[in-house]
């Protein structure tokens, strides 16, 4: 709760800033200027980064026993209070073998009320930082250091912070109700061991009101500076913004920690090489599932796409599914019953097949697959996700031949070749919608198609091909 509404705030006042939200108040106090922060990036080069707050400030890291003492100015910021709110509901049945045999159906209306109250602003003087550390050199010896030349992680340090300052609130209101029926064989919510359960009819209500109250001084923001280290122990501080950082790494000389691609993703240029064909192969054991089953977590998904929270909590439990990682159940908290009920059901279709390799678990091909798409579709827009949710099994696959002729097309493509279920002019203007929301135009003359990239597109048009490929693999002979 305290997350998604520091991460509202942050949407709101800074979306294509540098601001960071904090996910946890337990970090609060750890997040102070000057305090270390790691920063791991994540698998694809369209994903934001994670950042974890550590125990550790700059002077910890520095050969020495001077200690840096720049300035900090403290400012007002400004004051803050939201709203949000949202109604959903959605109905499913499905089976699967004989496994899974389940009708769901929900429906409920959430509210989240944050009041911050007035916020002041910490700021770092990073001209007299560089100025009274221009001589010294990290311990490459320290056990942060030693630990992070492991993974694909660096280090930065906390520039500024934005905290409360007096008491405040976060108040979440839900009210849900679910209705399920004839469920037969439903493994064990996220349990590595199933259970068989049977239920003839179900009714699950559910109301929460939960308030949390936030302390004077507690961190809601903050922005970072990230560091460039060598293995002789110099070190910079990276301060054009997008410039990233590392840990010059023992093995190749002059190579890196941190993944340099990420640096840069113009409108498609790197983030089509990037792509390469590669991820789109990835995606194909989910048409190797059997048919009711792709019928299913395609609904599921469809379902999924309605609620962002939902979505995002997805990607969080199959990062750490096929990391390898435990599963933390507190990133269920935000997540109605019937939500729980629904990633459960999915999770185990997803997980069929695994298997023991040298004594370590082997990741089903379909988990991984469904862990890029999910992974892509989290970074799209709500108006994309809203038109995706709302598609058609025929749709989608005729809206992804659609994409593979303009990608294998270097100029346009003649409109006699346009899939069938898209000449339909309602099917067509929503491919048009669909293309428009993630800053593509679609050009029609009297026998030509063609597409033109929006200036603001980025990235975009590669994860609504890659949704729209995933989507259409499980889409495959359904109605």
């Known amino acids: 709760m305290f997350s998604k509404a520091t991460a509202k705030f942050v949407h709101q006042i800074d979306p ?14 750890k997040l102070v200027p000057m305090a270390l922060v790691v920063k791991r990036n994540r698998i694809w080069f369209w994903q934001k980064p994670k950042y974890q707050p550590t125990d550790f400030t700059l002077n910890d890291l520095l050969q020495g ?51 911050f109250g007035k916020l002041k602003k910490e700021e770092l003087d990073v001209k007299e930082l560089l100025h009274d550390s221009s001589n010294r050199q990290v311990n490459m010896q320290h056990v942060l250091v030693q630990q992070m030349q492991k993974r694909a992680e660096l280090l930065a340090v906390v520039k500024e912070r934005i905290f409360t300052t ?32 049977v239920k003839e009819s179900s009714n699950i209500e559910e109301d929460s009101d939960v308030s949390l109250e936030i302390p004077s001084g507690t961190v809601v923001a903050y922005s970072i500076l990230e560091l460039e280290i060598k293995k002789s122990g110099h070190y910079d501080i990276c301060l054009q913004p997008g410039t990233i950082g590392g840990i010059e790494a023992d093995s190749i000389p002059g190579s890196w920690s941190s993944d340099e691609c990420l640096d840069t993703v113009d409108s498609m240029g790197n983030g089509q090489k990037a792509l390469n064909g590669t991820q ?18 395609f609904k599921r998904l469809q379902e999924t796409l309605r609620d962002r929270s939902a979505l995002s909590c997805l990607q969080l439990v199959l990062d750490d599914l096929c990391s390898g990682e435990t599963l933390d159940m507190a990133k269920y908290e935000e997540l109605s019953e019937s939500q729980r009920l629904s990633l459960s059901a999915m999770l185990d ?5 695994g298997h023991t390799e040298n004594g370590q678990c082997v990741v089903p091909a379909p988990l991984n697959a469904a862990h890029l798409l999910v992974s892509a579709m989290e970074e799209l827009p709500d108006e ?15 809206f992804d031949t659609l994409m593979c ?4 097309s270097s100029e346009s493509v003649s409109i006699r070749c346009l899939p069938v279920p898209l000449q339909d002019n309602q099917a067509f203007q929503r491919a048009e919608q669909l293309l428009s929301s993630a800053s593509v135009k679609l050009r029609r003359d009297t026998d030509r198609l063609w597409t033109e990239r929006g200036s603001e597109a980025g990235v975009l048009p590669v994860l609504l091909r890659l949704s729209t490929r995933g989507l259409s693999f499980l889409c495959k002979g359904l109605k």
Do not use: W
């Open 65 to 115: 026993d001077k200690v840096l003492r720049a300035g900090v100015s403290v400012s007002d910021f400004l004051t803050y209070e939201g709203t949000f709110g949202d109604a959903k509901s959605g109905k499913v049945d499905a089976e699967a073998a004989s496994v899974i045999k389940i009708g769901l159906e929900g429906r409920g209306s959430s509210k989240l009320q944050s009041s």
């Open 405 to 408: 002729m303009f990608k294998e």
């Open 349 to 353: 279709q997803l997980r069929t097949g």
């Open 280 to 297: 789109e192969m990835e995606l194909a054991p989910l048409a190797e599932l059997a048919q009711q089953t792709r019928c299913d977590l």
């Open 16 to 29: 294509e800033g540098s601001l960071i939200h904090v996910s946890r108040p337990n970090d609060s106090h």
């Open 166 to 197: 007096d008491s405040c609130s976060i108040t979440q209101t839900k009210k849900e109700q679910c209705t399920l029926q004839g469920m037969l064989g439903l493994a064990a919510m996220l349990g590595s061991s199933a259970n068989v359960c």
């Open 384 to 398: 994309t996700l809203s038109l995706l949710s709302e598609s058609r099994p025929d749709f989608v696959e005729a």
